[in-house]
């Protein structure tokens, strides 16, 4: 089974490292993953996509996708000022959102089936576990136990084993800890 | 003496012309937003001339107005404001 | 008509330029292309040329500065040699990509280590995926008139793009041959005004070359080989306008000698096509049925010119004097892909490199490499084409 | 702040317009804030040549740009011998109002750049070279330059830069052209002004502007104003123009020949993340390297 997960957030939230993690996480179970940014000049703030792919078996594809089994919305401001609907979520896909709200409706998004929409407030974890650069809350490893724990296709052990890997030491910790958090705190808030 | 003829298949040439927003809305990008307090703001252009993204206007009438549209919310106009009118608040107001 | 000097090949390219009167001239020396600036150098010194002359600093600057004359709308020009052609490289792809006119001249020499100033074409033919319409000539009085159509063919709507003139050096750049110079009013009359598809000189704001998406940039190069395919008609053109005018027709994108009744060809660029020529002579008093296709013009690649003449052919011989290391002499490789778009049956084939860095081939080399083809070939004896590096000693 | 002095100038009107909201610079750059000075003295009659830098992607993307000027973009190693040739091209067709402009970083400038920098200075071409100075290669996202300080971390000096920055504005005064400036973002007044000049002056102009870059130098975007004024008010970076053999300090670091009257370099250092493993003795290095420069800043201005 071959999942296309696209991480929408801005420039400096971190998108790319979390796909990076994700993929790192699927090697760790043998399974095989690829995970690039948009090749462009990225901007604090402006918004961003990055990409992972995850397969039981290997990986030949090397286009960009943006059509996605999985959508994971790092800001959802991305969803009110409609820069999610430049990407569209398959049959049977799965939004996971960064919101306080929980409130998302059909027209905000482009997909081609019903879409199961998860939540969790990852700017608040980010904050709480003091994941802020310049003003903007880190929100990428907590949206990585978002998306996992909405899926299951990668463990969440697997996923804390990558990002301590990844960022050694305190800061390891402290991902590792919003990772744990957030897979948590995820709520399933129905259909749209 | 030049004379500019066009391609006469009428070819594609990587020629540009002057555009407003060619990275798109760029005030997409804020989490934060300055706000101006037009009672503080002395007219004393500051905001205008540093503003990296030329979103500031000052005119003696209306103080400094800011085209959110564009403004990237980096708060350098907060921070060189000699009389604190331009205060720097949350976006999505958390 | 004009006057008639006995000029060097260099020499026969700086009165070319001087015909076409151009605004700016940047270059940098680099044997054996040195003459032609020096040539220019002095004309301009001497009042007999007003255009304004950049002693830049290196070939990079040299095409840089013409770069940036021929977007302000300045009728340019450049020459170089080997590895001042291979330090102008980045260049070279910039210019056409912009879609500007420009005017060089390759006055070849073999690309080093070890040093080396001996002529061959891998300079040249190195420059082959970059967007210029290339063309070589065999003589001095070629070499001018290729040199005064380049500005033509150029700033043609139909192709604005950069063009290259080739010449050995030595062999032809350093070797006195009667050269024809056309009336100079005439020669103004008929090139007309510079044309060029945009101009950037502060009448308005206008930005060339800022960042673009991989659509609008494929669009954009797409176009280029849409031009490409123009050159053709504009060349075959320019060479019947010229005729009418000067006296002197070339037959377009290649030059054939011999070829209606040739059962063999023989392919080949520049001076020693000369050479070729002499040992074709001899083998037709000999009876073989023999001609010569010179590639006149290397980009655009003349393909549909060469299937015209070898169409019916049993052989084909090419004579290249590069060679792409691991693989075979560019003019064949070529030569070889483009016919197999036209054709499930190809004649014959044969590539031979010779005259690599300079090493001198002579036609009576040419009439034993040939011969050997041709006798082989008729007798059965040869079952497959063939790829061979003759090394000449003597 | 000199809000008094600055209502009596004419730069924010004469800039208003010309450089384009909506550019791909991140938040807080300091680049457009030069260009929209260089706007202010030229508006639509600069013909800007730009070789690859930051501001090549600033502009924007086909089919527009963010500012109403001329812009030609170049490769990397030939800002200055393509400006050459465009001001030969108009000076062959006879235009006099439009003004050839090289708008390079340190990288284009200082390391890539710099023999056709030599070259059109040393053929006095007329043309006016601006290098926007960031101290490293921002656009490749941040290593090092020759134009890096000692000191300053970087992705390819990641214990931070061993040697001192290379002073540009020193070798085109060694040249021998007719004009040579340093400025700052941080003063866009002086900028202003030393352009005003350049513009009256015919030959090789070089401006160097000191030009803090938050991602770089690892700063908050509100600050870039901040450290390039805290750059000039510790004495780091000194503002002066070189003319007619003459070298004449700028009014914004005029103060700073006084030591006493130097913010301490720690000031400049500490707000700065690139420079967060300097020790107390590459501190010590840096005031030597200061007490240097200026003591080159006394002797030539004499």
Known sequence: MLYEIIFLGRGGQGGVTASNILVQAAIYENKYGQSFPFFGAERRGAPVAAYARISDKPILKHGMFNEADVLVVLDDSLIKLGVAKKYTIRENGVLVINTQEKIVTRDQLSARGKVKVFAVNATKIARELGLVVAGWPLVNTPMLGALISSNGFISLENVVKATLNYFGGKLGARNSEAIKRAYGETSYVGEV | MVKVVKPLGDDKLPLTKPMVGVAGKTGLWRNMKPVVNVDKCTRCYQCEIYCPVNTIIVEPETGAVINYDYCKGCGLCADVCPSGAIVMVPELGE | ?394 | MSGVETRKLPLPHDARGRVLPGDAACPGCPIPIALKVVSAVFGEKAILVIPACCTSVILGTYPGQAIKASVVHVPFASAAAVASGVSQALRSRGIKDAYVIAWAGDGGTADIGMAALSGAAERNEDIIYIMYDNEAYMNTGIQRSSSTPKGAWTTTTPTGKIENKKDVARILIAHGVPYVATSSIGYPHDLYSKLQRAKNIEGFRFIHVHAPCPPGWRFEPQYTVRVAKLAVETGLWILYEYHNGKLTLSGPSRPYIDPAKRKPVEEYIKLQGRFRAVTEDLINEIKKYVDENWHWIKKMSQ
């Not at chain 3, 300079?123 to 319409?133: E, I, P, S």
């Not at chain 3, 008609?233 to 320019?238: H, S």
């Open chain 3, 1 to 394: 008509m004009g006057l008639k000097l006995a000029l060097t090949g260099n020499h026969a390219i700086a009165y070319a330029v001087k015909l076409a009167d151009p605004d700016v001239i940047a270059a940098y020396p680099i044997t054996p292309q040195t003459p032609i600036v020096e040539k220019l150098a002095e004309m301009i010194e001497q009042g007999e040329l007003r255009a304004k002359m950049i002693r830049v600093e290196s070939e990079h600057s040299a095409l840089a500065a013409c770069f940036g004359a021929a977007v302000a709308g300045a009728r340019t020009f450049t020459a170089t040699s080997s590895q001042g052609l291979l330090y102008m490289h980045e260049f070279v792809h910039w210019v056409s990509r912009a879609r500007i006119p420009v005017v060089m001249a390759i006055v070849s020499r073999t690309i080093n280590t070890p040093w080396n100033i001996w002529p061959d074409h891998s300079d040249f033919v190195d420059q082959r995926d970059a967007g210029w319409v290339m063309s070589y000539a065999m003589d001095s009085q070629e070499a001018f008139d290729l040199t005064l159509q380049a500005f033509k063919i150029s700033e043609d709507p139909r192709v604005y793009l950069p063009v290259m003139i080739g010449i050995e050096g030595f062999i032809i750049g350093h070797t006195a041959m009667p050269v024809e110079i056309p009336d100079e009013k005439q020669v103004k009359e008929w090139l007309g005004e510079r044309r060029q598809p945009y101009v950037i000189d502060g009448s308005e704001p206008l930005g060339l070359g800022g960042l673009t998406f991989p659509e609008d940039t494929e669009d954009m190069f797409y176009h280029i080989q849409e031009a490409m395919g123009n050159v053709k008609k504009v060349i075959k053109e320019v060479d019947e306008e010229y005729g009418k005018l000067f006296g002197r027709r070339y037959g377009g994108l290649i030059s054939c000698y011999n070829c209606t009744d040739a059962k063999y060809i023989a392919v080949s660029m520049g001076a020693w096509s000369g050479d070729l020529i002499e040992a074709v002579n001899k083998l037709r008093d000999e009876g073989y049925p023999v001609g010569v296709l010179r590639v006149r013009y290397y980009r655009p690649f003349p393909i549909e010119d060469v299937w015209e003449i070898v169409q019916n052919v049993k052989g084909i011989v090419v004579f290249d004097r590069s060679i792409s290391f691991g693989a075979w002499g560019q003019i064949y490789t070529d030569l070889a892909a483009g016919l197999s778009l036209y054709t499930d049956k190809l004649p014959r084939m044969a590539n031979i490199v010779a005259g690599i860095a300079g090493v001198n081939v002579t036609s009576e080399d040419f009439y034993g490499m040939l011969k050997s083809f041709i006798d082989k070939s008729e007798s059965g004896l040869l079952d497959r084409n063939y790829f061979t590096w003759i090394k000449i000693r003597r």
